[in-house]
């Protein structure tokens, strides 16, 4: 018998829903981690995506709360992240940007926290907590206090924290054990939306656009490398076509009796010219390649966002149903102001 598609916690898409849509959960995991009380959650993000302008990185977060007038961003971090520092530090760089009220000082930027559940040790040193916080080099008694907050909980060493909450927890994400109470919510919340089959198999359609799009990206970064490698023998190759052309200059000041050798230098240069100009076109044929992979990109990201915005809407079945039919997607991406 087969068995049916299941979305563990740890995926993106499940860790999301189950935090916004049980906001006792999403709570109590922040009072574990942060060690204070939450009376409520006053706004929820669903993967909110900040992105300044258009030709800005963008960043998506998986879950983001509002609580006392200070954002929480919940992150999950399923592979190795080597630049997790840097990333925390764009997150809260993007909070601030979106969220800080226009015209006031820099005293009132709302405070961020970003926490990451992390099933690796990002930073290696074993350590269960990474709490991270600005501080003096030249005096760390000196206060830094901008407001600023990351802690990266690192789940291999879940037997080391002393909140059996937070324990519970990072053991139930690295092994699917329910060790706590906390872990046993979460897990029938997990189980509960895997009853939900048509969410499930939307879900499992929105990860496989991202799959595709991972792919398409990775592809245009080497085509893009490969224009630039292009571009560098294009140079290269100029340089050679002006050296060789100094040398032709040179010969043809000379006496008659080297006429001859400067006729060949310039043959040679001629050839190079030749060169140049079949790697110009090779460079032209890759970027118009690269545009069109940049096309389907852009193509793949409205019908993500579309999958968003019909299962907002409680039309997902539409969505399902335009996957197979072209004119039906297309009439839907029309609707939404989704086609390009």
């Not at 018998?1 to 999301?16: C, D, G, K, V």
């Not at 224009?227 to 010969?251: D, G, P, R, T």
């Not at 009796?257 to 100009?277: F, T």
């Amino acid at each position: 018998m087969q068995h049916a598609t299941r979305i563990e916690f740890t995926n993106h898409l499940m860790f999301n829903a189950v935090l916004t849509e049980n906001e006792d959960l999403c709570i109590r995991l922040i009072e574990a981690v942060l060690g204070r009380d939450v009376q409520s959650v006053e706004y929820l993000e669903d993967e909110a995506v900040i992105q300044p302008t258009v030709d800005a990185r963008g960043a998506r977060l998986d879950v983001l709360a509002l609580i006392d007038g200070e954002y929480v961003d919940i992150e999950m971090q399923v592979g190795l992240e080597p630049d997790i520092a840097r990333r925390c530090r764009f997150y809260h760089s993007a909070i601030a940007t979106r969220y800080a009220p226009k015209g006031l000082g820099y005293k009132d930027i709302p405070r961020s926290y970003v926490i990451f559940i992390c099933l690796t040790d990002p930073l290696g040193a074993g350590l269960v907590r990474y709490e991270l916080a600005t501080s003096c080099i030249n005096d760390p008694s000196v206060r830094v206090s901008d407001g600023a907050t990351t802690i990266i909980l690192n789940a291999q060493a879940w037997r080391l924290e002393r909140n059996p909450e937070v324990s519970g927890l990072l053991e139930y994400a690295l092994t699917g054990n329910v060790g706590c109470n906390l872990a046993k919510d979460i897990a029938g919340a997990v189980d509960s939306k895997n009853l939900d089959r048509r969410w499930v198999r939307a879900s499992m359609g929105v990860m496989s656009y991202e799959h595709e799009l991972i792919v398409l990206n990775r592809e245009l970064e080497e085509k893009r490398a490969a224009v630039e490698a292009a571009k560098a023998e294009i140079v290269a190759a100029q340089a050679e076509v002006e050296a060789a052309q100094a040398e032709v200059e040179a010969k043809q000041a000379e006496v008659a009796a080297v006429q001859a050798e400067a006729e060949a230098a310039q043959a040679e240069v001629e050839a190079k010219q030749a060169e140049v100009e079949a790697k110009q076109a090779e460079a032209e044929a890759m970027r118009a390649e690269a545009e069109a992979a940049q096309a389907e990109i852009v193509a793949k990201q409205a019908i993500q966002e579309l999958s968003k915005r019909l299962y907002a809407a409680g039309r997902i079945d539409e969505y399902i149903a335009a996957l197979d039919d072209p004119q039906l997607m297309d009439a839907l991406l029309t609707e939404f102001g989704l086609k390009g």
